[in-house]
């Protein structure tokens, strides 16, 4: 079986972008034309975002006289909670796919499947039990399209019409396309036209959705341990100052950003302010109407050395009408969870984030509530219910049917309407650049957003992006409504505010 071709190096080269034409000394608004490295970035969280661009700078001829700062929660002299164990990109498994109906996200992340497949040598990134390539098995509820139907690639797609069924669909034409360069490729993706087809090639007994397809080129990652890879790359490079710290506001002089003001009243100065802040982006500078911060449910179950065995080559399974999904156990743990609209969670801050003025005040924000600040906090019955089904329907031992999850988590995104990440300069204050909006799905890119967001910093944003990274302002009443992402990969209820979901669990 053909393998796909794999880049030499574990990380990319430099871009292209050392190459760059003469550069004009604006570090504002444009991601279109270069700009001047300045000479000095402070990145604000070290999550995938923030921590891959830190390393493609450092790695940048242009930006070899600029200071490089990342700061972040989590104390970086202690690699076991580094970054922040409630980060995003901090669990056991994020599934690595190139399933995306929209051919841009698609082949950007077909980019970074080559790199995940890299394990000739234990220091490559998909050595040592990070990367598995375990399939995935795309499905969803409704209609089945008719035997036939034939699938359109490069279409424009308008993803806030986009049914679970379309988001199945559409991927599945890209990632053809993708493979079509090799039959013994694209031979490992295949359609599972019915509900027999899907429980075959599950293998666990259990099936879901009614249409969908395996695509073997597909798999997960181990998120907490290519954090620690990448961040020990990062270290080797020696060109990164890492300060353990919390950040209360960003500083500001008139209508320029100059740096970020520490909870222990430390004053971190620069001439470039990246905040990639993940879900807690908001906290800091106003996202009203573009950006929101979603709470997601995950449940761990404790296998048997049996259990595990039995399960051991099942794919990981995503229903795109429900969000539920199932990861393939490992090390005696298997991972049940919900792509879904998420849980708000309101929060009253004392210092609005830069920026709130511009579109409506900003009282309230949605931010992160985790078991760092809440040591006591569950998941909601409702969460726990829809993972108890998935894992009912999609693995139905007897044996797993009632066992109590051995640890739940509620993980944060940060939310934005069509699911696009915000990679873009501020339009209004000079000196900010942000990075966020992960949407739920940005961790696969690990081995090369921060080459991309690198080359939006220069001023050349990649132009399929170009429409789709840019800060937006929302239209009309949009600012003063809570952001909800339709792009057809969502299930759940939209708007579910957590304190009342917690508040009936006790009920
Ligand atoms: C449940 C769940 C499942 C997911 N599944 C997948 C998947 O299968 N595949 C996939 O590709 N992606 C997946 N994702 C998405 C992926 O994990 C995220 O897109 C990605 O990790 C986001 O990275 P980030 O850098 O934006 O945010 P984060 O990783 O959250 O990093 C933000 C950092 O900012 C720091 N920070 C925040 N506020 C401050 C402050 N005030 N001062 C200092 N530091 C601060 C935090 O400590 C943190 O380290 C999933 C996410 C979740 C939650």
């Given at each position: 079986m053909a393998t796909p071709p794999a880049p030499s190096s574990s990380l990319p080269p430099l871009s292209s972008t050392e190459q760059q034409p003469p550069l004009a000394p604006q570090q504002q608004q444009s991601s279109s034309s270069p700009l001047s490295p300045p000479s000095s970035i402070l990145i604000i969280g070290s999550g995938v975002f923030g921590l891959t661009t830190a390393y493609a700078l450092s790695r940048r001829h242009d930006f070899a006289n600029t200071t490089i700062t990342v700061v972040d929660r989590a104390d970086p002299s202690n690699p076991d909670v580094f970054p922040a164990p409630d980060a995003a990109s901090v669990d056991t498994s994020r599934i690595i796919r190139a399933?995306?109906?929209?051919a841009a996200y698609a082949a950007l992340a077909a980019e970074a499947q080559l790199q995940w497949r890299q394990q000739a040598h234990p220091d490559d990134l998909g050595s040592e039990g990070r990367y598995s390539e375990s399939g995935l098995l795309l499905v969803a509820d409704g209609p089945a399209p008719p035997p036939g139907t034939p699938v359109v690639t490069g279409t424009v797609i308008d993803k806030s019409k986009l049914t679970g069924m379309d988001y199945t669909r559409f991927s599945w034409a890209n990632v053809l396309s993708i493979a079509s360069s090799d039959p013994e490729l694209a031979a490992r993706i295949k359609e599972c036209p019915d509900t027999d087809a899907i429980k075959a090639a599950l293998g666990t007994g259990g099936s879901s959705g009614s249409w969908g397809y395996i695509n073997g080129l597909s798999g997960w990652a181990n998120a907490g341990a290519s954090m620690a890879w990448l961040y020990k790359r990062v270290k080797a490079e020696g060109r990164i100052n890492f300060v353990a710290g919390e950040v209360t506001n960003l500083e500001v002089s008139g209508d320029t950003v100059t740096g970020a003001r520490l909870s222990d009243g430390r004053v971190l100065s620069a001439d470039l302010v990246m905040v990639s802040a993940g879900a807690w982006t908001g906290r800091l500078v106003d996202l009203t109407g573009q950006a929101i911060a979603t709470g997601q449910v995950l449940g761990y179950i404790d296998l048997t050395p049996e259990e595990e065995a039995q399960l051991a080559h099942m794919p990981v399974i995503l229903n795109l009408s429900t969000g539920l999904f199932i990861i393939p156990p490992k090390n005696g743990v298997l991972k049940i969870a919900r792509h879904a609209y998420g849980y708000l969670n309101p929060t009253t801050l004392s210092t609005p984030p830069l920026g709130s003025s511009v579109t409506a005040p900003a009282t309230a924000v949605s931010l992160p509530l985790t078991t760092l600040s809440d040591p006591t906090l569950q998941i909601p019955t409702e969460g726990a219910d829809d993972l108890r089904r998935a894992l009912h329907e999609m693995v139905p031992l007897p044996s797993l049917r009632d066992r109590p999850f051995s640890k739940t988590r509620i993980c944060w995104y940060s939310d934005t309407p069509t699911a696009d990440f915000i990679i873009d300069y501020h339009p209004e204050y000079k000196g900010l650049f942000v990075a966020t909006g992960d949407s739920g799905h940005a961790f696969k890119f690990l081995p090369v957003i921060g080459e991309k967001i690198a080359d939006v910093i220069a001023g050349q944003c990649p132009s399929e992006f170009v429409g789709k990274w840019n800060w937006r302002y929302p239209a009309g009443d949009a600012a003063i409504k809570a952001v909800i992402t339709e792009d057809g990969s969502r299930g759940g209820v939209p708007g579910l505010i957590l304190s009342t979901e917690l508040g009936r669990a006790l009920n």
């Open positions: 399933d995306y109906p929209d």
